[in-house]
Structures are given as structure tokens and as C-alpha cells.
Nanobody, 116 residues
Framework: QVQLVESGGGLVQPGGSLRLSCAASRSIFNIPLMGWYRQAPGKQRELVAVFAGGSTTNYGDSVKGRFTISRDNAKNTVYLQMNSLKPEDTAVYYC??????????WGQGTQVTVSS
């Protein structure tokens, strides 16, 4: 079992920034996949940004150029820096930790609301 503790969500005005953190209870070094997904009301969960093996990163098309994923292996923590936020970025953001198809875990989610 892996516990994932997310933090950093909140209310921000359009154009603002937030940084999310996800602290894992196990090592994140070299795991196959770890990162962030989000789900807005009435929509499916979608990719935001992930590390997909080593330092390879993948971003959702809607966040490219605005969001940056990073990690601190010593702290078993992944971060999501979100800049130039838009109202359509409003969603619950989930941390995801994937070792194998049968051993993968989600965080509890953190709400991000972009509104004036």
C-alpha cells in the first residue's frame, strides 16, 4: 500500500499560480509512472502531467507551456507548478502512483478553483 498526501490546492484568480505537492509513503525513484490527473464536474479524469519512466515527462495538451511537473526523490515528493491559470483548469487534482497494473494508487484529491 502507498499513501499519497496532496496539498497546495485552493482558490486563485485567473492568471494566477499555484503549486501542488504530492508526498508518497514509498520511494518514487525510478517508478514507471507518477504524476497528476484532474477531474472537473461532469467530465472524465484526464492527464495533466506525469513522469513516465526516469525523467521523461508527458503533459496534457491543455496545460503545455503553463504547467511544470518536478520531483524531489529524497523527499518522495512530486510537484505541479501551475501558472497562467484559467477558469477551465478548475477541477479536483489527483496524484497517481503506478508500479504495475495491479499495484497503483490514487491520492484523495485536492480542489483547485480558478475564479475571479
Amino acid at each position: 500500500q502507498v499513501q499519497l498526501v496532496e496539498s497546495g490546492g485552493g482558490l486563485v484568480q485567473p492568471g494566477g499560480s499555484l503549486r501542488l505537492s504530492c508526498a508518497a509513503s514509498r520511494s518514487i525513484f525510478n517508478i514507471p509512472l507518477m504524476g497528476w490527473y484532474r477531474q472537473a464536474p461532469g467530465k472524465q479524469r484526464e492527464l495533466v502531467a506525469v513522469f513516465a519512466g526516469g525523467s521523461t515527462t508527458n503533459y496534457g495538451d491543455s496545460v503545455k507551456g503553463r504547467f511544470t511537473i518536478s520531483r524531489d526523490n529524497a523527499k518522495n515528493t512530486v510537484y505541479l507548478q501551475m501558472n497562467s491559470l484559467k477558469p477551465e483548469d478548475t477541477a479536483v487534482y489527483y496524484c497517481y502512483y503506478h508500479l504495475t497494473p495491479s499495484e497503483n494508487f490514487w491520492g484523495q484529491g485536492t480542489q483547485v478553483t480558478v475564479s475571479s
